[in-house]
């Protein structure tokens, strides 16, 4: 017998799974900036995707974090509210909140990765819509700075950690 949250984790894998393909895409690229974005329709209600996206440390991957440790990173999901990583006497804040509005959009300011030591703008944006008996989750990040900081060479690399990244908050 499952326990009630692996229970909850397969039912949203397999909701993902029965209604297809998630689409992700760096929809814009250029040296001062970047858009990507990944969409997919979920099984279950709003209000549990959203449950499950502000649990970060359960599907963001350890391997894409400083401490290398699952749990390190939580969010507070509300607005002011960190996105932080603390392990060991060490942290690394990721975002801000910008806005926190259960169950349909979740907004963060802050640049992952290798776009934390740039000059720039990252604004990464969750929408939850209601589309028929499921949840059309959409994820898009959006980075500005200079064209100095030739971002469309960081534009996939990015993409593919936050797709991933998605696909493990589907999964």
Do not use: C
């Amino acid at each position: 017998m499952m326990r009630p949250k692996t229970a909850f984790l397969f039912g949203l894998w397999l909701a993902a799974t029965l209604a297809g393909s998630a689409q992700a895409a760096v929809i814009k690229s250029a040296s001062d900036g970047f858009v990507s974005e990944s969409s997919a329709v979920i099984g279950v209600r709003p209000a549990r995707v959203w449950r499950a996206l502000t649990e970060w440390s359960k599907w963001w991957d350890k391997a894409h974090s400083y401490s290398g440790k699952s749990g390190a990173i939580q969010l507070d999901p509300r607005g002011g509210g960190l996105l932080l990583e603390r392990w060991d006497k060490n942290s690394v804040q990721h975002a801000v909140v910008l806005t926190a509005v259960a169950p349909s959009s979740l907004r963060l300011s802050g640049g992952f990765g290798p776009l934390q030591s740039l000059p720039v703008n990252a604004i990464l944006e969750f929408t939850l819509r209601g589309e028929g008996t499921g949840t059309r989750l959409t994820m898009t990040y959006r980075v500005a700075g200079t064209a100095a900081s030739n971002l469309d060479t960081l534009a996939v690399p990015v993409d593919s950690v936050m797709n991933e990244g998605f696909s493990r908050l589907l999964n």
